[in-house]
């Protein structure tokens, strides 16, 4: 007999077996998984990944458990490792979120597991995007570039996925000072991105959209040290960002702030301290907080107006409050 997750494992309304299961998976039990991965990502699209993560670890490890013990008919093995596989996955990108690197590095494993039982190249590809980009936040350029270029290598991707892998390589690239080559590559994910969205396209490349291409590309210039292009760049991408995606306007609010006080622009940056107050109080993101908490520091360290100064203590200490 099923049981129910409490609401206090954060996967409530879950079949989980108690003890030995002894019925097999259905269909129904793969569909309540999927309705509750959206959930997550509605979650995470507002309030982040610090809370999204601690609810998708719960309900993959209950999850993995079930999977692990209970007989699957035939039918239903590949779409219940794709599930499984895609959970994991989004598992990973909310521990990223979190700044919970090595348990998002675990997840991002898992989900290669079970996405190759399942022959789910896409989703795989996409967790690929994903230890790429950690590979890059983590400081281990050559590794994100590894990743990126296995996957232009080894598959037959559309222009928009190609032109993804493409700057996720130009970034790479810069972060080694082969400056060269980063706009080499560059160019080249730039002319893949204009050939426009394909009928071929992934379902999750949506968001490889013209605001997310200009990040890449602000991305880039601050690897190159060209901050100023950068803060032009943040700028233009965080006033075309929808208001309505909380957590993406925290983090290009962010990045913006962060390319201004490395340019030295103090009055633009003390400018965004208002609008930081209320995505901190709300948003649970531990990268970006780490990221804010860097550049505030850094405002700390300099002779900037006594009004920046309290504005960035203020704001660190809401970064404290929030932990």
């Given amino acids: 007999m099923h049981t129910s997750v409490t609401a206090d494992n954060g996967a409530e309304g879950l079949p989980i077996p108690g003890g ?7 269909a129904e039990y793969i569909e309540s998984i999927r309705q509750k991965m959206r959930l997550l990502l509605a979650m995470d699209a507002q309030f982040g990944g610090n809370e999204a993560s601690t ?6 490890r209950s999850t993995h458990r079930w999977v692990g013990a209970s007989p699957c ?25 979190a700044n919970r690197q090595q348990e998002a590095r675990r997840l991002n494993h898992e989900a290669l597991y079970y996405l190759r039982q399942a022959g789910g190249r896409s989703l795989e590809i996409l967790t690929l995007q994903n230890m790429s980009m950690q590979a890059e936040y983590l400081d281990r350029p050559v590794e994100a570039l590894d990743i990126a270029q296995s996957v232009i290598e080894a598959n037959h991707l559309t222009p928009r996925v190609s032109a993804l892998f493409q700057a996720r390589s130009a970034h790479a690239l810069a972060l080694q000072g082969r400056r060269v080559d980063a706009e080499m590559m560059f160019s080249r994910a730039r002319n893949l991105f204009l050939d426009g969205p394909g009928a071929d396209d992934p ?10 291409f200009a990040w890449f590309e602000a991305k880039v210039r ?9 803060v032009d760049i943040f700028a233009d991408a965080l006033a075309r960002s929808p208001k309505h995606r909380v957590r993406g306007m925290f983090s290009r609010t962010t990045y913006l702030f962060e390319s201004l006080v490395a340019v030295g622009d ?18 649970g993101s531990g990268r970006t907080a780490a ?13 900037v107006s006594p009004s920046l100064r309290d504005g960035a203590t203020h ?4 970064l404290g409050g929030a932990q």
């Fill in 55 to 60: 609810q998708a670890v719960r309900l993959f």
């Fill in 291 to 303: 990221i804010l908490a860097g550049a505030l520091g850094t405002v700390e360290a300099m002779k």
């Fill in 203 to 212: 379902s999750w490349a949506y968001w490889v959209d013209d605001i997310q």
């Fill in 315 to 318: 704001l660190r200490g809401l």
């Fill in 73 to 97: 008919p035939g039918s239903l093995r590949r779409d219940l490792h794709s599930t499984v596989g895609e959970l994991a996955e989004i598992a990973g990108w909310l521990l990223y979120d």
């Fill in 20 to 26: 030995a299961p002894s019925e097999p998976i259905t």
């Fill in 222 to 230: 601050t690897a190159q040290g060209d901050h100023g292009r950068s």
């Fill in 266 to 283: 103090w009055r633009q940056a003390e400018s965004l301290v208002p609008h930081l107050e209320p995505y901190i109080r709300e948003v």
